[in-house]
C-alpha cells in the first residue's frame, strides 16, 4: 500500500500538467497531429493509473505501465524521425518497426542521444512486459500466504506512480515543444530537476 499523500502530490500533478498545456496550439499536420495524440493518450494512462491505484486496483495499473512508456515513445518517434510514408503507414495501422528500432532512431536526435530511453527498456522491459501479459511477476503478487489478494508492496507502488508522474511530465513538455512553446518545455524540465533532486 502507498501512503495517502504520495496519492494527493500525484493526482495534483496530473492537474498541473494540464492547466500547464490547457489551449496551446500547433501548426495543424498530420506529423504534430498524429505525435500529439500519442502523448495525450500518454498522459491518460498517468491518470489512469493514479485513479487504479486509489482504488487499489494495482494489477491493473502496472499493466499500464508499458502502454504508457510505448505511447511516449511513440509520439516522439513519430515527432522527430517518421517519413511521409511512415506517417501514412502508421495511420493505416502498417508501422513496420520493433520497438527497440523506435528508441534507436530517436537516440540519434540530440537532447535523446544520451541513452536514457534505451536504458529504461534495457532494465525494465521484461518486467514491463511480465505485467501487462499476467506473467509471473504479475501473478506472484496476487498471491499471499492464505488468500488471493492484490499483495503489491508499496515500494512497487510508489515505483510506478513516480514512473507514470515523469513520463506525464516528459509528455506534457513534449506537447509544449509541438506548440513552439519552449518556456513551459523548460519550466517542466526544471520541475523535472528539482523533484529528482530531493
Not at 489478494?149 to 508499496?154: C, K, L, Q, R, T
Amino acid at each position: 500500500m502507498v501512503d495517502d499523500s504520495t496519492l494527493v502530490l500525484a493526482e495534483a500533478q496530473i492537474k498541473h500538467l494540464a492547466l500547464k498545456i490547457e489551449g496551446v496550439e500547433f501548426p495543424a499536420s498530420d506529423r504534430n497531429r498524429l505525435s500529439a495524440a500519442c502523448f495525450h493518450q500518454a498522459l491518460e494512462h498517468h491518470e489512469a493509473i493514479i485513479l487504479l491505484v486509489r482504488r487499489n486496483l494495482n494489477g491493473s495499473a502496472f499493466a499500464l505501465v508499458r502502454p504508457m512508456f510505448e505511447i511516449y515513445i511513440r509520439a516522439i518517434w513519430l515527432r522527430l524521425c517518421a517519413s511521409e510514408i511512415d506517417l501514412g503507414r502508421f495511420q493505416k495501422g502498417k508501422l513496420e518497426k520493433e520497438f527497440a528500432e523506435l528508441i534507436t532512431d530517436i537516440e540519434s536526435h540530440e537532447g535523446y542521444n544520451i541513452g536514457v530511453l534505451s536504458g529504461v527498456k534495457k532494465n525494465s522491459w521484461r518486467a514491463m512486459n511480465d505485467y501487462t501479459h499476467g506473467g509471473p511477476l504479475q501473478v506472484i503478487r496476487r498471491i499471499t500466504e492464505d488468500s488471493i489478494a492484490s499483495n503489491y508492496s508499496g515500494e512497487e507502488i510508489q515505483e510506478i506512480v513516480t514512473f507514470a508522474g515523469t513520463v506525464g511530465l516528459l509528455a506534457t513538455s513534449e506537447i509544449s515543444l509541438l506548440a513552439g512553446r519552449e518556456d513551459i518545455a523548460t519550466a517542466l524540465l526544471e520541475e523535472m530537476k528539482g523533484v529528482s533532486a530531493k
